[in-house]
């Protein structure tokens, strides 16, 4: 059974940085998509990154280009998103997910994996 559990949010002002992380557990990963997702109050979830488990090919949401980072750690089977240069509107639910699928996938349909998320709060 996969299980991913994300850590790492917080409380941070505009302009500053967070690391997320997503600690993933119950089967090899080969081959997997992994993604960051998050929802804020109201709104849909939404697409923020994604990292292939095999080769390292990313994809990002416009709206974070240049300024999120995600990469992994295979041997600790951890899976990051670097945040810098934060804005209120990044204030968000972030969520962890996985799926076999090949390809960046960008969709919350695409994964069948999911963490529980980390809230992460940016102040102005």
């Known amino acids: 059974q996969v299980q991913l559990v994300e850590s790492g949010g917080g409380l941070v002002q505009a302009g500053g940085s967070l690391r997320l992380s997503c600690g993933a557990s119950?089967?090899?990963?080969?081959?997997?998509?992994m993604g960051w997702f998050r929802q804020a109050p109201g709104k849909e979830r939404e697409f923020v990154a994604a990292?292939?488990?095999?080769?390292?090919?990313?994809g990002y949401a416009d709206s974070v280009k240049g300024r999120f980072t995600i990469s992994k750690n295979v041997a600790k089977k951890t899976v990051y998103l670097q945040m810098n240069s934060l804005k209120p509107e990044d204030t968000a639910v972030y969520y962890c997910?996985?799926?076999?699928?090949?390809?960046?996938?960008?969709?919350?349909?695409?994964?069948?994996?999911w963490g529980q998320g980390t809230q992460v709060t940016v102040s102005s």
């Open positions: 990292i292939r488990w095999s080769g390292g090919v990313t």
């Open positions: 997910a996985a799926d076999p699928s090949v390809g960046v996938l960008m969709y919350p349909d695409d994964y069948d994996y």
């Open positions: 119950g089967r090899t990963f080969n081959g997997y998509t």
